[in-house]
C-alpha cells in the first residue's frame, strides 16, 4: 500500500498541511481516486481531522463557473430547435437525436480545444485559399486543410457532397446560436463550461476565490482549456503538479527501453512545463527484475473466465495476499456476467467498479426484445394486432422467465413451429399472466415503457435468489437504470410537450437505452476489485489480470461519431485516432508498472468479421530488455476436457445406445442414417447414438429439406387414388388439364405446415411461403409430365412404404442382429419392370465409379443419393430384379432429361441398371460397413474433409473449425 501512487501524494499532502489539511483542494481525473486519497490521509492521520475538499475536473470548472453540466437530453432538443430554424430539416426529434448527440460531441470538442468554430465551418466553396486568419495554426496543421479544402469542387454537388456542404457551411450559425440560447437558459454542455473559463482566464477576469493550496494529480492527455487553467493555477504560487508515470516510456534518453514511446506522449510534453515535488522516487518499476508478467492465449472470449477462476483459486492460497490488492480488468466489459459467474469460493468479497453496457444483461435483452416486436408489429385484413414469431420467442426465451414459464409451453413452442405460423395474436401466446402485458397495445406510447417496468419488476420480485447471487445483483442494478432512464424519458416528452408516434418512442427509448451503462460503485477498499480499463487510473495493484487484452479491446478502437472529417480534426488540433491510441497505451502501462504479477489473457476468436489478435502491447512487451513474459496457449473449452480432434471411443454405454437402434420391431438402421456415418461417424454418435436432435426451427423461409417434404406429401396424394391401378397417358392428361394436383399442394400444405389445419390463419402465409407453393405446384406438375412422356402406363405398388429387412452380421466372433429399414418414396411397375422411384429436389448428382466408391468415408465426392436408393432397392428386392429411378425434379425443367444411375471410371460413365451380381457386390460392401459401425474398436471419429463441418448443426460442441484455427 505505501509503495502506491495514491499514498505517496497523500503522504507528500499530509506532510506539508499536517495542521490544517481541511483547506487544501485536490483535483483529480475521476472521482474513484479520491476515494482511495481519502482512504490513505484517513491512515496517516491517526485521529480525525477535516479531510482535504476532492474534486474532479469537471466539478472544480462547474464550481468556479458557477454553473452545473445540463442533461444531454434538454441539450439535444435545445440543438434540435436551432437546426430546424437554420438548416430548414423536418425530420422528427427521435430521429434527429442521435445526429444531434453526435453535433453536440463535436461542438464539445471544439470548446474544450479552443477551436475558432468561424474557421473551421467555413464556406468552402468561398474560401479555398488560407489568409493570415490562420496564422496561429502549425505549417503542417495549414497543409492539412488546405489539402481538404482542395477536395471539394467549385460548384456545389448534388449527392452526398452536396448535402455535406449545404449542413456544413450553416453549423457555424447553427453553434453559434446554440451557444447564446444555453447561455440565455443557463444551460451548457461541458466544453462550454471549459470554454467559458479559459476565456475568462485569457481575459484576466479569473482568480482563485481564496488562497488555498490546489494539487492537481495524476493526469495525462490535456485539453487546450486544461492547459489554460493550469497555466493561471501555477502562475498563482498556489498549485502542485503529480504525473503518475514509469520513467520505462517517459523518459527519450538514449538506450531506454521505450524511447518516445506512445505511454508517455502526453506527460513527456507536460511534465516539464508543470513540474512535479521533487522526492516521491516510485517512476522506476515497469521494468523491474522481479515482476512476473505472464500471457494466456485462450481460445474463445468466455474461457478467459476461467483463467481468472483458475489464477484466483492460486493467489488466494498464498499467505502474503491482500485480496483488496487484486484487480480483475476488463477490456472488454462484456464479459462481467461470466467472470462473476466463474469467481472460486476463495475469493470471497467481490467489488465491482465499472460501467457495465446496458445492452449485455439479461433485463436490457427483455426490455429491448419487446420494444423491438412492438415496432414490428402487423395487422392482418380484420386489423387484430399480430406480432411476429421471432420476436415473441425472444422474449420468452429471455433467461429471467425460465422460472415463469406457463405448464405446456414447450408443447405451444412445438406446436407452433410445426404448424410454421410466422405471426401471432396475443391470444395465441403461452405466457404466464404477468408476463402479458408486455402483448397488449398500449393507448398511448408512454405508456408502454412503464409497462414493461412492471412486468420487469414482477418477474425479478419472484426470482430466486440464487442467480442474484451469482450475477453480483447485476439484473436489479440494470432495472434501476432503466426505471430511471423510463421516468427521464416521460418527463421530459410531458415537460417539452413533445408528441411522438409509438415507434418514434420506442426508436428513442431503444436509443438511449443501447447507449446506457450500469455504473457500480461498490467498495473499492475491500475485496477484490473488477473494473473496467478506465476505472483503474492512478490505482496500483500488486496483482492484476487483464482480459481482451485483443486489438480491438486494447487499445479501444477509435470509432468516434464525428460530422467533422479527420484531415480537418487532425488539422485544427481536435482529437483523432492516434490521440486515443497514446491515451490507451498509458493506462495500459500505468496500469501494470507497479505490479508484481501480471497476467494477460487474449484471445484467438473471430468477432465481427476480425480474427481475434493479440494487443499490440503485448509485441511490445516481448521486446523489453528485461524478463519476457511467459507465454500459455489453452486449448479447452469449460467442462469438456477436450484437447485436440474429438471422438467418443464405443465403450458399454455407446455400444449398448447403437444396438438399441436396431432392436425392436420398429427399431431399424435407414440408408440416411449409414449415409451420415460414412459422411462423420461422430455426426451419426451425436444424432442417433446419443440421441441430441438437430435443432428444429422455424421454416419462414422453407429450406430444402421442409420444401422435399412438401414434394413427397404432394406426389402421394396425387398417386394415393391409383393405388394398385394402372395409370394411363390419358389419367395423366385429365389429371395435368384440370390441375387435379393443386390440391394435392394445398393438402400437403395442410399436413406438414399446419398441422392438419384446413387452411393457415388470415395474415399469417408470407410472401416467401406464397412464392415456394406456387414453385411446388410447377414442380409437381413437371413430374407429372415426366411420368406422362416417359413411364405411363405403370401400376402404382407402394407409396411412402415402410420397409424393413432382417440380417445378422458377426462382430468379433459374435453374432449381432441387425435392421434395415425406412419409407420409399413409391414403388410401381412399368413395361414388365418393377421401379424404385426417389425424388430429389437437389442438385443432380447421379454418377459414381464403382459399388466400392459409395462406401469410401475418404471420398468427399462420394454419391449419397445413389447409396441410399441402392440400399432400398438391396433391402426391396428379394428374388424379383429393382431398377432405380433418382427423380432430379429440376433436371426435370430441362429438354435433356436423363434420370437414371450412370457408373463407370472418369468420363467412361455408362447407364447403370443392377443386375444380381451388382447387388451381391453391394450386399458385401453393406455387410462389412455394418460390422464396422458395430465393431467396438472403431470410434466414432470427425470427418476427414473440415469443410464438411461449416454446415453442421454439431459444430459447436466438437468445434472443428475453431479448433483448427487455433
Known amino acids: 500500500m505505501k509503495n502506491t501512487f495514491i499514498y505517496k501524494v497523500a503522504e507528500y499532502v499530509f506532510t506539508a498541511h499536517r495542521d490544517d489539511p481541511g483547506r487544501v483542494k485536490v483535483i483529480f481525473p475521476n472521482r474513484r481516486a479520491g476515494l482511495f486519497f481519502n ?49 430548414g430539416s423536418i425530420e422528427p426529434f427521435e430521429d434527429f437525436y442521435p445526429w444531434g448527440e453526435m453535433l453536440l460531441g463535436d461542438f464539445d470538442d471544439l470548446d474544450k480545444y479552443l477551436v475558432d468554430a468561424r474557421d473551421l465551418f467555413r464556406n468552402l466553396k468561398a474560401e479555398r485559399e488560407l489568409t493570415q486568419d490562420l496564422s496561429y495554426l502549425s505549417e503542417e496543421q495549414v497543409a492539412l486543410l488546405r489539402h481538404f479544402w482542395d477536395h471539394f469542387p467549385e460548384a456545389p454537388e448534388e449527392g452526398e457532397a452536396g448535402k455535406f456542404l449545404h449542413v456544413w457551411e450553416k453549423l457555424y450559425a447553427v453553434y453559434e446560436k446554440l451557444r447564446r440560447v444555453l447561455a440565455t437558459k443557463e444551460m451548457a454542455y461541458e466544453g462550454m463550461l471549459y470554454r467559458e473559463l479559459a476565456e475568462k482566464i485569457a481575459r484576466r477576469e479569473w482568480t482563485l476565490p481564496d488562497a488555498s493550496p490546489v494539487y492537481l494529480i495524476g493526469f495525462n492527455a490535456l485539453t487546450p482549456t486544461e492547459v489554460k487553467l493550469f497555466e493561471a493555477l501555477k502562475d498563482s504560487g498556489q498549485a502542485f503538479f503529480f504525473w503518475d508515470y514509469d520513467e520505462a516510456y517517459v523518459t527519450t534518453r538514449a538506450g531506454a527501453s521505450l524511447p518516445g514511446h506512445d505511454a508517455g506522449r502526453f506527460i513527456r510534453k507536460y511534465i516539464r512545463r508543470f513540474s512535479p515535488p521533487a522526492g516521491l522516487n516510485i517512476f522506476d518499476n515497469l521494468l523491474d527484475k522481479e515482476k512476473e508478467i505472464r500471457v494466456y492465449s485462450s481460445p474463445n472470449r468466455t474461457v478467459q473466465a476461467w483463467v481468472v477462476h483458475n489464477l484466483l483459486e492460486q493467489w488466494t492460497k498464498e499467505e502474503d495476499v491482500q485480496k483488496e490488492r487484486i484487480a480483475v480488468v476488463l477490456a472488454d466489459e462484456s464479459l462481467l456476467l461470466p467472470v462473476l459467474h466463474a469467481m472460486p469460493e476463495e475469493a470471497g468479497d467481490i467489488n465491482v467498479t465499472m460501467g457495465y453496457p446496458l445492452q449485455d444483461s439479461p433485463v436490457f435483452s427483455f426490455f429491448g426484445s419487446a420494444l423491438t416486436m412492438l415496432k414490428n408489429k402487423t395487422e392482418d385484413k380484420d386489423g387484430n394486432t399480430l406480432f411476429y414469431y421471432k420476436d415473441v420467442l425472444n422474449i420468452l426465451h429471455n433467461p429471467l422467465l425460465a422460472e415463469h414459464r406457463k405448464t405446456g409451453w414447450h408443447e405451444w413452442e412445438e406446436n407452433l413451429i ?60 440494470v432495472y434501476y437504470q432503466l426505471y430511471l432512464l423510463v421516468n427521464r424519458l416521460n418527463d421530459f416528452l410531458e415537460e417539452k410537450d413533445l408528441p411522438l408516434s409509438l415507434t418514434g418512442y420506442l426508436n428513442l427509448l431503444l436509443y438511449l437505452a443501447g447507449q446506457s451503462t450500469v455504473t457500480f460503485y461498490g467498495e473499492p477498499l475491500t475485496g477484490i ?40 480534426r487532425k488539422g485544427f488540433g481536435l482529437p483523432t485516432y492516434e490521440h486515443r491510441d497514446a491515451v490507451y497505451a498509458y493506462y495500459f502501462y500505468r496500469l501494470i508498472q507497479r505490479a508484481r504479477h501480471v497476467a494477460l489473457v487474449w484471445h484467438t476468436e473471430s468477432d465481427a468479421g476480425q480474427k481475434g489478435e493479440k494487443s499490440r502491447f503485448i509485441s511490445q512487451l ?33 455400444l449398448s445406445c447403437l444396438q438399441a437402434l436396431v432392436a425392436g420391431e420398429d427399431n431399424y438402421l435407414s440408408p440416411s442414417a449409414m449415409n451420415t456415418y460414412l459422411t462423420c461417424r461422430l455426426r451419426f454418435y451425436f444424432k442417433y447414438v446419443a440421441g441430441i436432435s438437430e435443432p428444429e426451427e422455424m421454416e419462414e423461409d422453407m429450406d430444402a429439406a421442409l420444401f422435399g417434404s412438401l414434394l413427397h406429401r404432394a406426389m402421394e396424394k396425387v398417386y394415393t387414388p391409383w393405388k394398385e391401378k394402372e395409370v394411363t397417358v390419358e389419367d395423366l392428361e385429365k389429371i395435368l388439364q384440370k390441375k387435379l394436383y393443386r390440391k394435392a399442394v394445398d393438402e400437403s400444405f395442410r399436413d406438414e405446415l399446419y398441422d392438419g389445419h384446413e387452411a393457415p390463419p388470415a395474415g399469417t402465409v408470407n410472401g416467401v411461403q406464397m412464392i415456394i407453393r406456387s414453385s411446388l405446384e410447377k414442380y409437381v406438375r413437371k413430374i407429372l409430365e415426366y411420368d406422362r412422356k ?42 414388365g419392370r418393377m421401379r424404385l422411384v426417389d425424388y430429389k429436389t437437389g442438385q443432380k448428382k447421379t454418377d459414381f465409379e464403382s459399388i466400392g466408391q459409395l462406401f469410401d468415408p475418404e471420398d468427399k465426392n462420394r454419391n449419397a443419393a445413389a447409396f441410399q436408393i441402392l440400399t432400398y432397392v438391396w433391402i426391396t428386392g428379394g428374388d424379383v430384379p429393382v431398377q432405380p429411378e433418382l427423380y432430379f425434379v429440376r433436371e426435370m425443367f430441362r429438354s435433356d432429361v436423363r434420370q437414371g444411375l450412370r457408373m463407370g471410371p472418369g468420363r467412361q460413365k455408362v447407364p447403370f441398371v443392377p443386375d444380381r451380381e451388382d447387388m451381391l457386390g453391394f450386399e458385401e460392401k453393406l455387410n462389412n460397413l455394418l460390422v464396422e459401425m458395430f465393431d467396438p474398436q472403431v470410434p466414432f471419429d470427425q470427418t476427414p474433409h473440415a469443410e464438411f463441418c461449416t454446415h453442421c448443426p454439431y459444430n459447436a460442441i466438437c468445434q472443428r473449425n475453431r479448433s483448427s484455427e487455433n
Open 418 to 477: 410445426r404448424q410454421n405460423k410466422i405471426y401471432l395474436s396475443s391470444d395465441g401466446i403461452s405466457a404466464e399472466e404477468m408476463v402479458m402485458p408486455v402483448f397488449e397495445i398500449p393507448e398511448n406510447s408512454i405508456q408502454y415503457g412503464q409497462v414493461l417496468l412492471d412486468v420487469l419488476h414482477k418477474v425479478l420480485s419472484f426470482s430466486s435468489g440464487e442467480e442474484e447471487r451469482k450475477d453480483g445483483g447485476l439484473n436489479i442494478e
Open 622 to 654: 516481448q521486446y523489453l530488455t528485461q524478463k519476457k513474459p511467459e507465454v500459455t496457449n489453452l486449448y479447452f473449452s469449460p467442462g469438456m476436457g477436450v484437447t485436440g480432434k474429438l471422438c467418443v471411443q464405443k465403450d458399454g454405454t455407446a
Open 529 to 568: 476489485q473488477v473494473m473496467g480499463v478506465l476505472e483503474t487510473r492512478l490505482l496500483d495493484f500488486d496483482r492484476v489480470i487483464v482480459l481482451s487484452v485483443n486489438e480491438g479491446s486494447l487499445p479501444k478502437p477509435y470509432a468516434v461519431a464525428s460530422y467533422i472529417p479527420h484531415s480537418l
Open 790 to 831: 416417359y413411364v405411363a402406363p405403370f401400376i402404382i405398388k407402394g407409396l411412402e412404404e415402410k420397409v424393413i429387412h432382417k440380417l445378422v452380421i458377426t462382430v468379433d466372433g459374435k453374432t449381432v442382429p441387425v435392421q434395415l429399414g425406412g419409407k420409399t418414396d413409391r414403388r410401381d411397375e412399368s413395361h
Open 39 to 87: 482512504h490513505a490521509l484517513a491512515g496517516l492521520t491517526g485521529h480525525p481531522v477535516w479531510a482535504p475538499e476532492v474534486l474532479t475536473i469537471r466539478g472544480f470548472v462547474e464550481e468556479q463557473t458557477g454553473k452545473k453540466v445540463t442533461d444531454t437530453l434538454y441539450l439535444v432538443m435545445e440543438l434540435y430547435g436551432v437546426y430546424k430554424e437554420i438548416i
